[in-house]
């Protein structure tokens, strides 16, 4: 995911609707994937993560499915609710650790 | 489990000033990474540490910013001397990293404003 600067893309969605967030990795060496929230002031908080070895896995609320025949991931959000506003960043590492970060998702929860 | 610190919260320099950063990871985790992030934009390493070692400082300004980890816990990060381009928030993570695949925690970050 390229950086998009102050101009977040916004996914606005109705509390109790599924969210789904995408994001577009780079690197097709990389092998293992994770999605953070970030509300504001906050560090990224940790939600899921996904290794290279597996297309889906699930956590509570939230499911991570990974395409790597077209580099694609995303995060599906089950009966979004209004704690769930946030920037959502995926990440993906290819060697020694080191995360790569895309440029984000704004999700806001209508109520 | 405490979380990682940081500290200070807030800080507001001119250009030209220094400025360091501190941190303390989650207890028992090797690896310490900091990372800038710029308003609109994800987090971006400057430099990861296994333990009291450098692993990766690519992408850290060498000629400004430097890094230490001396005992292989407690972290800083420090500035000098400041430019505009400076101002972000700067976080720092860990991860257990006796193996790859691990999640880094990340804590509440440092926001620097340069006047």
């Known amino acids: 995911g390229e950086s998009v600067g102050l101009h977040l893309p916004t996914l606005s969605v109705q509390e109790g609707d599924n969210s789904i967030i995408n994001c577009a990795y780079s690197?097709?060496?990389?092998?293992?994937f994770i999605w953070y929230k970030q509300e504001s002031g906050k560090g990224p908080q940790f939600i899921i993560d996904i290794r290279s070895n597996m297309d889906k896995r699930q956590g509570q609320r939230v499911t991570v499915l990974l395409n790597k025949t077209v580099k694609h991931l995303s995060l599906q959000i089950a009966a979004t609710q209004p704690g769930d506003s946030a920037v959502y960043f995926c990440?993906?590492?290819?060697?020694?650790?080191?995360?790569?970060f895309g440029g984000g998702t704004r999700v806001l929860v209508k109520p | 489990e405490a979380g990682v610190a940081q500290s200070p919260r807030y800080k507001i320099i001119e250009k030209r000033q220094s400025v360091a950063f501190w941190c303390n990871p989650i207890?028992?985790?090797?690896?310490l990474y900091w990372y800038q992030q710029i308003l609109g934009q994800g987090p971006k390493l400057l430099i990861q540490?296994?333990?009291?070692?450098?692993?990766?400082d690519s992408q850290l300004p060498k000629d400004r910013f430097s890094a230490e980890r001396l005992k292989g816990v407690d972290s800083t990060l420090k500035i000098q001397p400041a430019k505009l381009e400076d101002s972000a928030v700067y976080l720092c993570?860990?991860?257990?990293?006796?193996?790859?695949?691990?999640?880094?925690?990340f804590g509440d970050g440092t926001r620097l404003s340069i006047l």
């Open positions: 993570a860990s991860s257990l990293g006796r193996t790859d695949n691990q999640p880094q925690h």
């Open positions: 690197n097709s060496a990389s092998d293992y």
């Open positions: 207890s028992g985790h090797a690896t």
């Open positions: 990440a993906e590492k290819a060697a020694g650790n080191k995360l790569t």
């Open positions: 540490f296994q333990n009291n070692g450098v692993v990766d």
